[in-house]
């Protein structure tokens, strides 16, 4: 029995939960340095980064959160499942970068609108890097909005909820109720309360995000997770203290606006009364135009994509032109004949996956119950922590442990976030089993391994494989931990990405870009096809 | 041992005479060579450029023909990561430290060396440091006005260069009060990155010292007292500057890069870089047009050199010391000096080098070559960087 919770609890602890612990016990302590504090508050920037990290993240995790309800309305009872889960794949870095090919004043757009108004010279229209971050805030939306369209769907499409949810609907719609008026009343204070995690990681991550930022964000102030990002970097002592207190502020402040967040939702309440009570209703003709939006998200990523293959071939490329003047495959041959980013990042993120998968599992199948609630709320906990602190810790106990710039060390500093990612996506499908399946095995005599392997996981394997596929595309697209933890001895394809940023090569960005997206997206696709029923994938 | 080569070194240093430097490790050089065998040097170098990654791509091949070195170009974004890289593990007793050599200079090699972090002294015994000109190229052994000190080897010269499309810019403007007047005639055109980026930082030095009557001063460590005498007309200067900058000075472009890269769209009018071959190479790779133009300013603009340096902890200090050697060789000059494949300046003292290895250097006139050159002036002490940068942010940082 003892050796059976040993199996259970043993792999996630080892891969998540105690790393995490002691990078936070290694971290804190150096940055409660009130000298740095000091600096960090009156940094002449802090107070602008401040409201600017606040306004983006709360107007970019709201926008989402409204888009992607109403695109979930909209399906009524289609699976948005599946198409959502190639959005997932793109990393937000690739995004932000084929966003600013898209609408910067040398961009695609511009160069549509140039023969139309006659100009000669790229407008001096105000898109990526505005004061107010609203080309950040829509790229956080962009990118968010299919997330939680994803992380909707895969709870209707949940066993029980279904099961309850049907009958429900039924007796609404047979009252008179329009789909609109249904899914209010009916669907939405049952979606919300189980949403909790999910909202809260999209609220974390867009206050906290720093290559999406660098790329698509304002520089005068930037945001603060920005602002911390370059302190820290500096080679100045004292600087990076105070890069260390900017990111301990970031991590109170997202702590303090889920909580306010949370606080101020139960306020909504008389709003939600008065709905309740108001009689059946039809929908407004308007709500029909809400079945555009998730074709618009594919129209969009289909541009960003087709954007950034253009730019990822074009050798020449002035102003007004629609076209490049020549192609060249320059920039792709320099990907695979300096192949080792590539692949590194291939097999951290397929070793990364299967390890959370494998120890997500353990855990749910063999561990008590009660001990789920530890890991879920952990897992939470870290996703709601800035990647830098987290990261930064990660890199203070590899240097103590004497492993920076080895191969255990960027393992470690990828599943991290792979084993919390995957242990929250699994941990529902995984415990809304049905029990009564047990019960028949055992009927049938089958034993306790026999029922897994041939009964239980076959029959999980569409969640299964989803969960390893979000591993595989959040390891792909790790950039703060893998900087810090490859000492310069390893070099990942985001790493490649945003060093080649900073040099303006957009043919080789932009292939850096697209490789990016490459990776999850192969995984996704295989883990949807194989995630199919038997019957269908002949 | 160590020690004893160490007092071999300081003892040659002080005769400042290359040629008894020469000849003081030419005892252990062959020994160094031969411990260097098999060993990899992580060269930390920034590589935001295809020119200079290709060059050292051909370094490190060469490196191991003829050493048996490897040499691995750890590719970085901004030299300050290796700094605190370094200190941290030095920190936590790391001796076989990730980095073996660094390309540096200025305000991060002052301070590595103010904390030890550095090996040497050694760069003034490597063989063909007796080649460098250290009396025609002060900067050699004043970096940003700290002294050297043999604790990192020269590698190539810099100068503030401007440059433009010659069909767009008729008259560059060579002073910052003619750039002013330039971008007030063209608004939104003008730009420089926002430091801290190097760049940008060596650009509102560069309107310090242009802004300031006797410029002396600057050579001088710096302190707040000192700097507010000339703090009201730089900003004053700056002020009239940012009026008709892109996005009126509100938000800057964020790196030297991105800045090109919006001069060769058209975007911007005047780009900047420390390269003064840079223009030239830009013609050559096809990125700006053959009627390309580089100029710099009448009076002068900041020169300086930037070197390569070993980490007090690197593993393999032989090797590194061995690659600093070879990138110092006529060879690796002459070649990094010609403008179809890098255009950086040497360091070395061409004239005193064989006849046929003069040759080499000569870089036919290319279109984008600098055809206004101005005096290089010295960097100011590398102290007046925070208190430049910190009041800039103050006064420019908020939008």
């Known amino acids: ?538 | 041992m160590l020690n004893r080569r160490r007092l071999l070194l300081t003892t040659a240093a002080s005769l400042f005479l290359p040629v008894q430097t020469g000849t003081a490790q030419a005892a252990d050089w062959p020994a160094i060579e031969a411990a260097a065998k098999g060993q990899t040097v992580y060269f930390n170098a920034w590589a935001g450029s295809d020119p200079i990654n290709a060059y050292i791509k051909w370094a490190a091949d060469e490196m191991k023909s003829r050493y048996g070195v490897t040499v691995e170009h750890v590719k970085i974004t901004d030299t300050a990561e290796v700094v605190k890289r370094v200190r941290d593990e030095v920190a936590a007793g790391k001796q076989d430290g990730s980095v073996d050599l660094v390309w540096i200079n200025g305000e991060n090699f002052r301070t590595m060396k103010s904390e030890k972090l550095l090996f040497g002294p050694f760069s003034e015994a490597l063989p063909n440091y007796a080649l460098v000109d250290t009396e025609g190229k002060p900067t050699t052994r004043q970096d940003f006005s700290e002294s050297v000190d043999g604790l990192e080897a020269p590698w190539g010269m810099a100068q503030l260069t401007f440059f433009a499309d010659g069909a767009k810019v008729a008259e560059p403007p060579r002073s910052i009060a003619a750039l002013t007047r330039f971008a007030a005639a063209n608004p939104g055109r003008v730009a420089y990155p926002a430091p801290p980026d190097f760049h940008g930082t060596t650009f509102i030095k560069q309107v310090l010292i242009e802004s300031a009557i006797s410029p002396a001063a600057f050579s001088k460590p710096a302190d707040r007292m000192l700097f507010s005498s000339y703090q009201p007309v730089w900003e004053a200067m700056l002020d009239a500057l940012h009026k008709s900058l892109w996005r009126e000075g509100r938000q800057f472009p964020k790196s030297q890069a991105e800045v090109t890269q919006m001069v060769a769209d058209g975007e911007l009018l005047i780009g900047l870089t420390f390269n003064p071959n840079e223009p030239a190479n830009l013609v050559a790779a096809g990125t700006m047009p053959a009627g390309t133009i580089a100029w710099q300013h009448e009076k002068g603009t900041i020169g300086n050199t930037h070197f390569v340096a070993i980490p007090v902890n690197a593993r393999s200090k032989e090797a590194a010391q061995v690659f600093a050697n070879f990138l110092m060789s006529p060879e690796a000059q002459a070649r990094k000096n010609d403008i179809k494949v890098w255009g950086d300046p040497t360091v070395l003292a061409v004239s005193r080098l064989a006849a046929d290895q003069q040759a080499s250097f000569a870089n036919a006139a290319a279109p984008g070559s600098v055809s206004l050159p101005g005096p290089a002036l010295l960097e100011p002490h590398a102290s007046w960087v925070p208190l430049l940068e910190d009041a800039w942010l103050k006064r420019y940082g908020k939008g």
């Open chain 1, 1 to 538: 029995m003892t050796a059976t919770r040993l199996v259970a609890v043993l792999p996630l602890t080892l891969l998540f939960l105690l790393p995490l612990v002691a990078a936070l016990v290694l971290v804190l302590p150096g940055l409660l340095d009130a000298t740095a504090f000091a600096s960090m508050i009156a940094h002449p920037q802090f107070a602008g980064a401040l409201w600017l990290t606040v306004f983006t993240g709360l107007l970019g995790t709201g926008l989402a959160v409204l888009t992607s309800l109403a695109i979930v309305h909209a399906a009524g009872s289609r699976d948005l499942s599946r198409g959502s889960g190639l959005f997932l794949a793109v990393p937000h870095l690739s995004l932000a970068i084929g966003l600013a090919f898209l609408i910067m004043p040398t961009g695609v757009i511009a160069r549509l609108l140039a023969p139309l108004l006659g100009w000669t010279s790229p407008p001096q229209w105000v898109t990526t890097q505005d004061p107010w971050g609203f080309t950040l805030i829509a790229a956080l939306v962009l990118k968010e909005t299919p997330f939680l369209v994803w992380a909707f769907a895969a709870l209707l499409n949940r066993d029980d909820m279904r099961r309850a949810l049907d009958g429900q609907v039924a007796v609404a719609r047979s009252l008179g109720h329009g789909p609109m008026s249904i899914f209010l009343r009916v669907i939405l204070p049952q979606l919300l309360p189980r949403m909790a995690g999910p909202l809260i990681a999209v609220l974390a991550y867009s206050l906290t995000v720093v290559d999406m930022a660098v790329v698509v964000g304002p520089g005068q102030p930037p945001t603060l997770a920005q602002l911390a990002w370059t302190d820290l970097n500096d080679g100045d002592a004292a600087t990076a203290a105070r890069g260390g207190a900017g990111v301990l502020i970031l991590s109170g402040l997202v702590l303090l606006l889920i909580f306010l967040v949370g606080a101020a939702l139960p306020l909504l309440a008389p709003l939600r009364h008065r709905l309740l009570a108001s009689p059946p209703r039809q929908d407004a003709k308007l709500f029909r135009l809400l079945i555009i939006l998730w074709p618009a998200w594919f129209c969009i990523y289909g541009a960003v994509m087709l954007v950034m293959a253009l730019q990822s071939i074009a050798a020449q490329w002035p102003f007004p032109d629609l076209l490049p003047q020549h192609a060249t495959a320059a920039a792709w041959l320099r990907l695979v004949q300096d192949s080792g980013p590539f692949l590194t990042t291939f097999v951290l993120a397929l070793a990364t996956a299967m390890s959370s998968v494998a120890a997500a599992v353990a855990w749910l199948e063999w561990a008590p119950r009660r001990a789920d609630r530890i890991a879920a709320l952990v897992a939470v906990f870290a996703l709601c922590l800035p990647s830098l602190l987290v990261g930064l810790g990660q890199y203070r106990l590899f240097l103590a442990l004497g492993i920076t710039g080895t191969a255990p060390a960027l393992f470690l500093a990828h599943v991290l976030p792979v084993a919390a990612y995957v242990f929250l996506v699994l941990a529902g499908p995984y415990r809304s089993f049905d029990p009564r399946w047990n019960a028949v095995a055992a009927g049938l005599t089958a034993q306790p391994l026999r029922f897994l392997l041939r009964i239980k996981w076959p029959m999980l394997k569409a969640p299964i494989l989803a969960a390893a596929a979000t591993g595989f595309a959040v390891s792909v697209a790790q950039f703060v931990p893998a900087q810090l933890a490859a000492a310069g001895r390893f070099s990942t394809l985001p790493m490649e990405a945003v060093t080649l940023s900073a040099g303006g090569n957009r043919p080789l960005i932009a292939t850096h870009g697209l490789g990016l997206m490459l990776l999850p997206l192969v995984a996704f696709l295989l883990a949807g096809w194989f995630g199919q029923p038997r019957w269908r994938m002949r």
